[in-house]
C-alpha cells in the first residue's frame, strides 16, 4: 500500500464515531495533538453529545456518523463504538476515502478483517486497530529483553486482567478483555501465531455471556500460554508472568513498580560420571538459582498519547502501523479461534480458522 503523504504542519481534521465508556479517552488525546482538529463527533446518544459539547466546545456533534463521513475535509475516522459495529463503519469509512483508526477489536471474524484489509489498499488509506499496550512502555521494555536474550528462552507466559464491573452485554469477557492480552503476546513472540487453543468460561450473569474465561494457547516452539479474563472477580488485576530459562519478569500494569525482574530458576550442573568426566549424557543435576530482584525504572508516558501520535504520523508519512491489519488480524484470528474452542469445547487449531476464512 502506498498511502499519499503530506505535510508534516499541515492539520489534519478528524471525526470520531461513538463517545461511551472509551470513546472520551481517544477525544482528549487527539484533541490535544498538535495540527489535528476533531471537528465532528457522531453518537447517537444525547447525554453523550452534551458531554462533548460541554466539554470539547470546539467539535461539533451530530447523531450520525453518514453525516460526518459526508465531510470532505475530515481526513480521518475515530471510531470507538461497540465492537460488532467495528466492521461496518470501518468498511464505510474507508469507502469514504478516509484514513480509519478503530478500537479493538478491528472486526468479529478474520474474514471482515481481510475485507478490510483489502479496502484500505483500495483507496490507500491508513488503517490502524487501538491496541494500545503495544505503545505501553513496560511492554516495549519486556520485548527489548527477550530481543536481547536476557529471559533467555521463553518457557510460559500467564496473564490474568480481572475486575469487578464494567459488565458488557454486547461481547463476553474474552472478546472484552482478552484482545488487550493476545495483542501483548503475539507482539512478545514476534508476530507468530499459536498452533492451538483451548478454553472453558461460565455464565453467571447473563445467560450465554461469559463473564470468565480460562484459555490455554500453545506455540509450536513449546510456549504456553494461559490467559484468565473476568469482570466478576474481588480485585482489580492486570498482570502478566513470563517465565524463561534464563530470568522471570513480572509485568504488573496497576503495581507501582510496573516491571519485576527476578534472576531465579534452576542450572544444570555437571555431574560427574564413572570415568571422572562430564562426558556422560544428560549427567547433570539442577540447581536452584536464588538471584537479585530489579525493579527497573520505566519511562511511561501515557500509552494513548503514544499511540493518537502514531496513527496522525502514519496518516502524514504513508508509514504503516505497528497495529495495522496484520496485527490486527493476528489478534481476531486468536480471538475467533477461542470463541470456537469455548463453545464448542474442544481444542482449535488456528490453521482451520485460516483456512475457513478464505
Not at 470501518?90 to 483508526?101: E, Q, R, S
Not at 527497573?296 to 502514519?314: I, N, Q, T, W
Not at 497495529?323 to 474452542?341: D, F, K, M, Y
Request: glycine residues 6%; neutral net charge; hydrophobic residues 45%.
Amino acid at each position: 500500500m502506498s498511502v499519499p503523504k503530506l505535510m508534516n504542519n499541515s492539520i489534519l481534521t478528524l471525526a470520531q464515531i461513538g463517545c461511551g465508556y472509551w470513546g472520551p479517552n481517544l477525544l482528549r488525546n487527539f484533541s490535544s495533538q498538535p495540527n489535528c482538529h476533531v471537528k465532528w463527533l457522531a453518537d447517537q446518544v444525547a447525554e453523550r453529545r452534551q458531554y462533548v459539547e460541554a466539554n470539547f466546545p470546539k467539535t461539533r456533534t451530530v447523531i450520525n456518523a453518514e453525516d460526518v463521513l459526508a465531510d470532505s475535509e475530515v481526513d480521518a475516522v475515530v471510531i470507538a463504538t461497540p465492537a460488532a459495529s467495528h466492521f461496518a463503519l470501518a468498511k464505510m469509512a474507508l469507502g469514504a476515502n478516509k484514513h480509519v483508526f478503530v478500537e479493538k477489536p478491528l472486526a468479529m471474524s478474520v474474514a471482515e478483517t481481510d475485507i478490510l484489509t483489502a479496502l484500505a489498499a483500495q483507496h490507500n488509506r491508513v488503517l490502524m486497530v487501538g491496541h494500545t499496550f503495544l505503545f505501553n512502555g513496560a511492554v516495549r521494555y519486556v520485548k527489548n529483553m527477550l530481543d536481547r536474550g536476557e529471559i533467555g528462552q521463553p518457557h510460559y507466559i500467564y496473564s490474568q486482567r480481572l475486575n469487578l464491573g464494567q459488565v458488557r452485554n454486547d461481547v463476553n469477557a474474552w472478546w472484552n478483555l482478552a484482545p488487550h492480552d493476545i495483542s501483548i503476546l503475539i507482539h512478545w513472540m514476534n508476530g507468530e501465531l499459536p498452533v492451538s487453543i483451548t478454553a472453558s468460561g461460565k455464565d453467571y450473569l447473563q445467560p450465554g455471556v461469559e463473564d470468565i474465561v480460562f484459555a490455554t494457547l500453545q506455540w509450536a516452539n513449546g510456549i504456553i500460554a494461559q490467559v484468565q479474563v473476568s469482570w466478576l472477580d474481588p480485585g482489580k488485576v492486570r498482570k502478566m508472568t513470563l517465565v524463561g530459562s534464563r530470568k522471570m519478569v513480572i509485568y504488573d500494569d496497576v503495581g507501582d513498580d510496573k516491571i519485576s525482574i527476578f534472576d531465579k530458576g534452576f542450572d544444570r550442573v555437571p555431574r560427574l560420571g564413572e570415568r571422572m568426566d562430564f562426558d556422560t549424557p544428560n549427567s547433570y543435576r539442577l540447581q536452584q538459582r536464588a538471584g537479585d530482584v530489579l525493579l527497573p525504572r520505566v519511562d511511561f508516558p501515557e500509552p494513548l498519547k503514544v499511540e493518537s501520535a502514531h496513527f496522525l504520523e502514519c496518516v502524514r508519512t504513508g508509514a504503516t502501523p505497528i497495529t495495522g491489519p496484520a496485527h490486527a488480524r493476528s489478534v481476531v484470528a486468536v480471538l475467533e479461534a477461542g470463541q470456537q474452542a469455548l463453545r464448542q469445547k474442544r481444542v482449535v487449531s488456528l490453521s482451520d480458522i485460516l483456512v475457513s476464512s478464505h
